[in-house]
C-alpha cells in the first residue's frame, strides 16, 4: 500500500489537469494525511486540508458550505470524497464549488479520477518489471564476473528458472526506436515504445514461460529462448528465418527498418546466456561486415556457414598457404584472377556459366584458370584443389571486406 501512495503522490497534478479539462469544477486530491499533493489552483500544493482529514476519519462524503468552510483554514465550498484503491481509502477528491450544482458531477468525477489513477498505477508496475527485466539482461550478459548468489535472486525476483537450456537472439534496431520516440508529435514514450516491440518480438518468438525478452540497451533488444532438447531446438531454428521476416515486417510498419537479427547456439544453463549471446554478437558483425542481406544470421542457416568456413582458418595455416602461394598473390592481375575462380567455383566448375557470368569469352576464362595452375602448382580438374584455393581466396576477400 506504500508504494499506491507514493505514486497517488507522483501523478496526483497529472490527473488534475485531466479531469479539469473534461470538468466544469476545481478539484484537488489529498494524500491520506490530509495534505494537498494536487490542485486546480497549484499554490494550494503541500497545504495541509483540514476538511480531507475529516473524510479520512470518517471515511465518507461530506458535503461543505459557505458556512461550515467560514470556520476551517484553507477549505473551500463544495464537496470532499473518499478515494479507495483496492478497497482502502488513501486520499481524498475535493470538488469546489456549491454544493447543491456539484453533488450530481460528484460520483462520476470520482470514478474518473479513480480509473485514472489505476491506470497510472498499472503503468507504473508495467514499466517497473520491465526495468527488473532490463537490469537482469544486463547484470547476466555484461557482467564478467557474475555473483551465484545475486543471479539466484534475480531469479527468484522474476520467477525464472535458473537451470533449463536457452540461446540467444539479439536484435538490433540501431536508432531507430530513439528517433521515433524523438520526433515532434510521437504519441508513445520510450517506455511505451520498447513495450509495444517486446510484446511483437514475444509473440512472433511465441514466447513462452521461460522466455526471457527485454531490451539489453536502446538499439539492442535480447530474447533468451528455452531449448528443451536438441530436437526443440532444430524446430525453432527452421522456423527462425521466416519469423525474422514476420518481425522486420512488423518493426517497418512503426519505423523500425534498420533491423538485423542473430542467433547463438544453445548453453546449458542461463547463467552461461553471456556465452550465446557473444556468439550471436560475432554473427551480427560478420554478417553486417560482409553485407549479407537480409540480415538475419545464424549458425543453422547453411549459407551462412560457407560463408563463415574460409574466416576459420587457422591464422599459422593461414600464413603457410599465403607463403606457398605467393605468386599468386604477387601477380598483377591477382585481383582478376581471384575473381574468375571463385566466380568459377560459385558456378559449379562450370565453364561456360562462369564466362557468361563474368561477361567474358570462353576462351578467356580457359587461359586465366591455366594461368592460375602454372602459378599455384595446383591441378584445377581435382575438387580437392579448386576447394583448398577456394577458401584461401574467399577468406581473404572476406577480411579485405571486413576492415
Known sequence: MGRVIELFGQVAQNIVKAVTEVSPFPISLTDEKGYIIGDSNSRRIGTFHPASKLVIEKNKTCLFTNEITAELENVLP??????????????????????????????????????????????????????????????????????????LKYCKIISLQPNIARFCIIIDIGRDMMENVMR????????????SLVENAQEIFEKDKNTICGFLNTTRMLLLQPSYSKSDFTYKMERFPEQCKELQKIFKKKGVSNIAIASGTTV????????SYKEAEELLEMGQNLCIYPAIYSYFDLEILLKLIPLQLDKDLHNKLMFRLKNLFSDTHFSDLSNNFITYCDNNLNVTKTAAKLYIHRNTLIYRLNKLEKLTSLDLGRFEHCMLLYLVLKGNTSKEQSE
Not at 110 to 128: C, F, G, I, S, T
Open 78 to 151: 463544495g464537496i470532499a470524497t473518499p478515494l479507495i484503491f483496492d478497497s482502502k481509502t488513501v486520499g481524498v477528491l475535493g470538488i469546489v464549488g456549491d454544493p447543491d450544482k456539484v453533488k450530481p458531477y460528484a460520483e462520476l468525477i470520482k470514478k474518473y479520477v479513480e480509473m485514472r489513477w489505476q491506470e497510472n498505477y498499472m503503468e507504473q508496475m508495467e514499466e517497473l518489471e520491465t526495468k527488473k527485466v532490463e537490469s537482469f539482461l544486463q547484470y547476466l550478459i555484461l557482467n564478467p564476473n557474475i555473483n551465484k548468489e545475486m543471479f
Open 184 to 195: 515532434p508529435g510521437h504519441s508513445l514514450s520510450i517506455h511505451n515504445e520498447k513495450l
Open 268 to 275: 546449458d544453463t542461463l547463467e552461461q546466456s553471456h556465452v
